[in-house]
């Protein structure tokens, strides 16, 4: 009998080739949401199925600058991150590094990209194993402080010593991760709507098996993203320039790797939910930036939760003054009408107030 794993590597290598064969070209650019599940419990609409088709690697999807790979060996397995390395016309002595969330992928912070380099930082954004256009390998023991070593492995390579670390929604924890294991290379940590600073089982969240996140993973569908994302990311707003980012996530589920793609997003779910970082935030040493929206409402598992449950889990304005309490000499920027991404709500206000952050943080710090 096959195993599941040795079943996974054999679909995965089938779609690998069949992607190859029959992938349309890219037709659009971009980034989006976080958390949560985002699938959908009725099959994909008319507007689902004539959708981009993307590879189990974001195959066909562009992004907004040259993708390189760092191919490295991790728990046995051949891995290749892709990541983004872009260099400033000015620089400022900085290196920016960005950490997506568990809906997101580099891409998605094209403009916070544009802005830093413009104002000379150095930015380098990967991929995690396991996202968009890095390996999604058939078995791999996902931990934060696996995917810490990775990203460390990654600037390592690259002649990176010290840098200014950004993570986003579940990258916030990465971030924490990175942090903690790391602090003499971290100049500073800047945290945009983090999810991790609850813990949700302890809240009583239930517990879902791997084999129940990939049967979620596999209803996954633009509508059901779509739906989510707008409920628990931008306050019930919607705005066309969110869609690129959706249809980068459902792309993938229409094409020939939805398998390995659905069984990478249980896993990594997993990791999410039973490894709380909000225990060792008083840990941190470096001098940390908290940036919220205080519309936020994301919590992993909220869907299934009972009601009672759901009623006191997500609250970012209390999150947010808790976490700030907790991290020595954090400072707090609360956007009072943004969700979890004000980066992409509201580029303006929050580009000006990150640049800000980061100056009050000498290079030299």
């Known amino acids: ?37 985002a699938s959908s419990a009725s099959g994909p609409t008319q507007a689902d199925s004539d959708g981009p088709v993307y590879g189990p690697e974001l195959q066909g999807f562009s992004y907004p600058a040259p993708v390189q790979q760092f191919d490295f060996t991790s728990q046995g397995e051949a891995l290749h991150m892709a990541y983004l390395d872009v260099r400033p016309e000015h620089p400022n002595g900085r290196t920016a590094v960005l950490l997506h969330g568990k809906n997101f992928c580099a891409a998605t912070w094209e403009g916070t990209i544009r802005r830093l380099s413009d104002a000379g930082y150095r930015v380098v954004a990967p991929d995690q194993i396991g996202f968009c256009k890095s390996t999604k390998p058939a078995h791999y023991q996902y931990s934060f402080q696996q995917l810490a070593r990775n990203t460390h492995a990654l600037l390592d390579s690259l002649g990176i010593e010290r840098i200014t670390l950004i993570g986003h929604s579940t990258g916030g924890m990465l971030a924490i991760r990175y942090a903690l294991m790391y602090p003499a290379q971290t100049q500073q940590l800047v945290l945009v709507d983090p999810i991790g600073l609850e813990d949700w089982k302890a809240k009583g969240v239930p517990s879902l098996s791997v084999d129940e996140w990939y049967q979620r993973e596999l209803k996954t569908t633009a509508d059901g993203i779509r739906r989510y994302e707008q409920n628990t990311y931008y306050a019930g707003q919607w705005r066309a320039d969110y869609e690129p980012w959706v249809q980068m996530l459902a792309g993938m589920y229409r094409g020939p790797g939805k398998q390995i793609v659905a069984w990478n997003s249980a896993l990594l779910y997993d990791m999410i939910y039973t490894q709380p970082v909000v225990y060792e935030l008083g840990n941190l040493k470096v001098p940390t930036l908290l940036m919220i929206g205080d519309k936020d409402t994301t919590a992993i598992g909220k869907d299934v939760s009972p009601p009672e449950v759901r009623a006191k889990i997500g609250h970012y304005p209390e999150l947010a003054k808790l976490t700030q309490q907790a991290i020595p000499h954090a400072r707090l920027i609360e956007f009072a009408e943004l969700g979890h991404a004000p980066q992409m709500q509201d580029p303006q206000a929050f580009h000006k107030a990150l640049l800000d952050g980061l100056a009050a943080v000498p290079a030299d710090h």
């Open 1 to 37: 009998m096959i195993s599941r794993y040795r079943f996974f590597a054999t679909r995965f290598a089938a779609s690998m080739l069949v992607s190859a064969l029959a992938l349309a070209p890219a037709t659009q650019a971009g980034a989006v949401g976080d958390a949560s599940s």
